[in-house]
């Protein structure tokens, strides 16, 4: 495994800033957007449960129809591709079984023997008290795939903007996920900065370690 070195992920995050202007005329090729589609997919979730998807919007028309409910943010236009990543709705006993028969196929094992495992998920998440804020479980997970997606991105000097200034409804409604199982949860610019954009050199303003670390 070739890992970048400590100069290398902290240059990539040194550099990374929520583009405030993407260059229109820039698009990731195909090479680029494939790595960050397979970022998305290797993110972490709580039981290895998933409960996401990622709907990738490339087309000038569809954006231009998202960006009146995003506060008419220009970046939802003039980046290369617009991810809006969805949350589940819900957690149903059908997603706790989708998952136990892909572990076991994956891992050459019986799904009898991931029973325990099964009933512990279903004990929390279907039939515990989380249960009546999945919603907000299930929008937690889609965080960090966005955090894992800007991640990725500045490793590979691409740049993203998390925009959480959207209408979810709308997104919705124009998406088609009224009749979903998922949600609008969050969106991110993936592409360019622009050259013009003034934010890029800006330094970045964060707190010191000491007051937000603390060692017990």
């Not at 939802?76 to 006993?93: N, P």
């Not at 076991?104 to 515990?128: F, P, Q």
């Not at 409804?169 to 991110?188: G, K, M, Q, W």
């Given at each position: 495994m070739t890992t970048a070195t400590r100069p290398q992920l902290i240059d990539a995050l040194e550099w990374r800033?929520?583009?405030?202007?993407?260059?229109?005329?820039?698009?990731?090729?195909?090479?680029v957007w494939n790595t960050l589609e397979?970022?998305?997919?290797?993110?972490?979730?709580?039981?290895?449960?998933?409960?996401?998807?990622?709907?990738?919007?490339?087309?000038?028309?569809?954006?231009?129809?998202?960006?009146?409910?995003?506060?008419?943010?220009?970046?939802?236009?003039?980046?290369?591709?617009l991810v809006v990543l969805l949350a589940k709705r819900?957690?149903?006993?059908?997603?706790?079984?989708?998952?136990?028969d892909a572990t076991a196929a994956e891992r050459g094992l019986s799904v009898e023997s991931l029973a325990g495992y099964g009933s512990m998920m279903e004990g929390d998440l279907i039939n515990g008290p989380r249960r009546e804020k999945?919603?907000?479980?299930?929008?937690?997970?889609?965080?960090?795939?966005?955090?894992?997606?800007?991640?990725?991105a500045a490793l590979l000097g691409v740049d993203t903007c998390p925009i959480e200034g959207f209408v979810p409804a709308?997104?919705?409604?124009?998406?088609?996920?009224?009749?979903s199982p998922y949600r609008s949860a969050v969106v991110c610019a993936v592409g360019y900065?622009?050259?013009?954009?003034?934010?890029?050199?800006?330094?970045?303003v964060r707190y010191p370690l000491a007051d937000i670390i603390e060692y017990r």
């Amino acid at each position: 495994m070739t890992t970048a070195t400590r100069p290398q992920l902290i240059d990539a995050l040194e550099w990374r800033y929520a583009t405030k202007a993407f260059d229109a005329q820039r698009r990731l090729d195909d090479t680029v957007w494939n790595t960050l589609e397979r970022a998305l997919q290797l993110t972490p979730s709580s039981y290895g449960l998933q409960p996401w998807k990622f709907v990738v919007v490339t087309s000038p028309e569809l954006k231009a129809a998202l960006r009146p409910h995003a506060w008419n943010q220009s970046q939802i236009t003039d980046c290369s591709h617009l991810v809006v990543l969805l949350a589940k709705r819900e957690i149903t006993k059908a997603d706790i079984t989708k998952l136990l028969d892909a572990t076991a196929a994956e891992r050459g094992l019986s799904v009898e023997s991931l029973a325990g495992y099964g009933s512990m998920m279903e004990g929390d998440l279907i039939n515990g008290p989380r249960r009546e804020k999945i919603g907000d479980w299930a929008a937690n997970q889609v965080y960090i795939a966005m955090g894992n997606l800007m991640t990725a991105a500045a490793l590979l000097g691409v740049d993203t903007c998390p925009i959480e200034g959207f209408v979810p409804a709308e997104f919705d409604r124009i998406l088609s996920l009224n009749d979903s199982p998922y949600r609008s949860a969050v969106v991110c610019a993936v592409g360019y900065r622009s050259e013009q954009d003034a934010y890029a050199a800006l330094p970045k303003v964060r707190y010191p370690l000491a007051d937000i670390i603390e060692y017990r």
